[in-house]
């Protein structure tokens, strides 16, 4: 893993312009915020999407977005090339709904054409025939990352489906997660994840995020930080998921 600068993290939010719905923003925030708790240094960078990618960064967040806005930020990525550069150097990407998308190898853009990903993960994703998936998810993160169950919201049409050298991020109880039957929601492979889940994600699992940092800090623990505000969303949500609709 690659040292963090003498400015601390750095941590980047792609495409805020394009990418940036259900709350995703949020995500940044909650990152940001588990740093400063336990005394980190920590800056954001926030790139639109008529900027360039940097490739020094240590985190880097992608939201969810429509459809023809996430075709317009997979054009650009793959033309500015930057995120794929900074993963090649050891960052950490997190991607959600339409991110993940775009990190796999192929979607299906608002034109119902297939759209060339960045192959940052090994998935496909198309457009499923049957109803939205939409509504509280409650799933089982793969447990080699020694998580919490994942709590999210999910809101979308896709289905992916997972190649050899991807792992499920987690397995769902509640929900529907990638939308393929196989019971996975989301995927990761190293440094690079992607899921469904809105909430944001980061609010609703504040362990996530300190895999992260715990990622980019090369540590295998971050002191303890208060967590009864997250707790008490997390079990307020969890709630919800099982409950009979």
């Given at each position: 893993m690659r040292s963090t600068s003498q400015n601390g993290l750095r941590v980047v939010w792609v495409y805020p312009d394009l990418l940036s719905t259900y709350g995703d923003q949020g995500n940044v925030l909650v990152v940001e915020r588990r740093a400063r708790q336990r005394r980190l240094e920590v800056s954001r960078l926030d790139v639109r999407s008529d900027q360039q990618i940097?490739?020094?960064?240590?985190?880097?967040?992608?939201g969810g977005g429509e459809?023809?806005?996430q075709r317009l930020a997979a054009e650009r990525l793959i033309r500015d090339g930057g995120l794929n550069r900074a993963v090649s150097n050891g960052a950490i990407v997190f991607s959600v709904c339409a991110g993940y998308q775009i990190l796999g190898h192929e979607f299906i853009n608002?034109?119902?054409q297939r759209q060339q990903g960045l192959g940052l993960l090994d998935v496909v994703s198309s457009r499923g025939e049957g109803a939205r998936c939409v509504g509280d998810v409650l799933a089982d993160i793969d447990e080699r990352l020694g998580l919490p169950p994942l709590t999210g919201f999910e809101n979308h049409q896709g289905v992916t489906h997972l190649g050899p050298t991807a792992r499920p991020f987690a397995r769902v109880r509640f929900g529907n997660g990638n939308g393929s039957g196989d019971g996975f929601e989301g995927a990761y492979h190293d440094t690079v994840f992607g899921t469904y889940m809105h909430g944001p994600v980061m609010a609703?699992?504040?362990?996530?995020?300190?895999?992260?940092l715990k990622l980019a800090l090369d540590v295998n623990a971050l002191p303890p930080v208060d967590d009864q505000w997250y707790e008490a969303l997390r079990n307020e949500r969890i709630a919800a998921a099982t409950q009979p609709a």
């Open positions: 940097p490739t020094s960064g240590d985190i880097y967040l992608v459809d023809r806005p608002d034109l119902g609703r699992n504040p362990h996530i995020a300190d895999h992260l």
